[in-house]
């Protein structure tokens, strides 16, 4: 195998001629597409979605409904696009606060030991990663990027607020703090890492949630949910408010957890889980979804079917891949 890489990203072509391409599943155009008043739908037509959902369509604007999911399913068509293009204009007009960031050994990642993985839950577990001085140091540059005003999308469906780090050209960094991760990751994870490759793509995204009274249109909390990625690294940035717990499906119900700064939280994407609404103060965090082509080829973890591929280009998709013979 001979290994390209390309605008930070691997692209692997065997002496057959054919192209390991990234792609997404084809249910990420049609299935969980938030609405408030509905949570997750499907959306595969209008006469579908207004027969599936008549019952709970009363006294609602359909009309307005069905034009709002149909500009959500336009906005993830455009995510790939747009992430090329955004980080080709942040790159040539952006000026780093820190610009040591842009190094892949700028950050200070803790030794990972056995010992030092605490069992906060069934299938959940934090460790320290990062000294508080340079969670600060990230949030500092996050919030100095956003007053910059240059194009950026929203990090996710759900959460209106935040960046995608990629978009910032963040991916050499985050690439180090994924595979500083993936050894406990595969140890605790098994079946969710590849054996050959382990994590080969990801999706790391800022989140925020903001209590204060002059905040714009912010984010409050995030409806239970579970994650498009194998598994899931959360990693506090902030201290000081109330309210915001991130809390996770928990025998019959929900337990909520407590975050410090710098110690990060681990746990499967596929493990249901949401955040409390914010009282007071504000809460900044990293959140990278890990995934593998590997585990997700055979299923996709949001429609839990065999994935139906459709490539992208100049991204990695959602971490499927597909083989494109180049004769």
């Given at each position: 195998?001979?290994?390209?890489?390309?605008?930070?990203?691997?692209?692997?072509?065997?002496?057959?001629?054919?192209?390991?391409?990234?792609?997404?599943?084809?249910?990420?155009y049609?299935?969980?597409?938030?609405?408030?008043?509905?949570?997750?739908?499907?959306?595969?037509s209008?006469?579908?979605?207004?027969?599936?959902?008549?019952?709970?369509?009363?006294?609602?604007?359909?009309?307005?409904?069905?034009?709002?999911?149909?500009?959500?399913?336009?906005?993830?068509?455009?995510?790939?696009?747009?992430?090329?293009?955004?980080?080709?204009?942040?790159?040539?007009?952006?000026?780093?606060?820190?610009?040591?960031?842009?190094s892949?050994?700028?950050?200070?990642?803790?030794?990972?030991?056995?010992?030092?993985?605490k069992?906060?839950?069934?299938?959940?577990?934090?460790?320290?990663l990062?000294?508080?001085?340079?969670?600060?140091q990230?949030?500092?540059?996050?919030?100095?990027?956003?007053?910059s005003?240059?194009?950026?999308?929203?990090?996710?469906?759900?959460?209106?607020?935040?960046?995608?780090?990629?978009?910032?050209?963040?991916?050499?960094?985050?690439?180090?703090?994924?595979?500083?991760?993936?050894?406990?990751?595969?140890?605790?994870?098994?079946?969710?890492?590849?054996?050959?490759?382990?994590?080969?793509?990801?999706?790391?995204?800022?989140?925020?949630?903001?209590?204060?009274?002059?905040?714009?249109?912010?984010?409050?909390?995030?409806?239970?949910?579970?994650?498009?990625?194998?598994?899931?690294?959360?990693?506090?940035l902030?201290?000081?408010?109330?309210?915001?717990?991130?809390?996770?499906?928990?025998?019959?119900?929900?337990?909520?957890?407590?975050?410090?700064?710098?110690?990060?939280i681990?746990?499967?994407?596929?493990?249901?889980?949401?955040?409390?609404?914010?009282?007071e103060?504000?809460?900044?965090?990293?959140?990278?979804?890990?995934?593998?082509?590997?585990?997700?080829?055979?299923?996709?973890?949001?429609?839990?079917?065999?994935?139906?591929?459709?490539?992208?280009?100049?991204?990695?998709?959602?971490?499927?891949?597909?083989?494109?013979?180049?004769?």
């Open positions: 195998l001979i290994h390209f890489i390309k605008s930070g990203y691997v692209i692997i072509k065997s002496m057959t001629s054919k192209l390991r391409k990234w792609a997404v599943c084809k249910c990420f049609e299935r969980n597409i938030f609405l408030p008043n509905l949570g997750h739908i499907v959306f595969k209008t006469d579908q979605f207004l027969k599936d959902y008549d019952p709970h369509l009363k006294n609602l604007n359909k009309n307005q409904i069905v034009e709002t999911i149909e500009a959500e399913i336009s906005r993830r068509r455009s995510i790939h696009p747009k992430k090329v293009a955004n980080r080709q204009i942040i790159k040539e007009s952006y000026n780093f606060l820190y610009p040591s960031l842009m892949p050994n700028s950050l200070n990642l803790a030794s990972l030991k056995k010992e030092d993985v069992t906060e839950l069934s299938g959940v577990y934090s460790f320290p990062l000294p508080k001085d340079e969670c600060k990230l949030l500092e540059e996050f919030l100095h990027f956003k007053q005003n240059l194009s950026h999308q929203r990090p996710n469906s759900m959460n209106k607020n935040g960046i995608l780090l990629e978009e910032l050209g963040l991916d050499s960094l985050i690439h180090r703090i994924v595979k500083h991760i993936e050894p406990i990751a595969k140890e605790l994870f098994p079946d969710l890492v590849g054996e050959n490759e382990g994590f080969d793509s990801f999706k790391a995204f800022t989140v925020e949630y903001d209590g204060q009274q002059d905040a714009r249109n912010p984010d409050l909390e995030l409806d239970t949910h579970f994650d498009n990625a194998e598994v899931t690294l959360n990693i506090p902030t201290q000081g408010f109330e309210g915001s717990e991130l809390y996770f499906e928990y025998k019959n119900g929900f337990k909520s957890l407590q975050m410090e700064v710098g110690r990060a681990l746990h499967s994407g596929r493990l249901l889980h949401g955040v409390m609404p914010i009282e103060g504000y809460r900044h965090n990293i959140i990278i979804w890990m995934r593998s082509s590997e585990v997700r080829n055979r299923m996709c973890p949001m429609c839990k079917e065999v994935p139906q591929l459709e490539k992208v280009e100049g991204t990695t998709g959602d971490g499927f891949t597909m083989i494109e013979d180049q004769n």
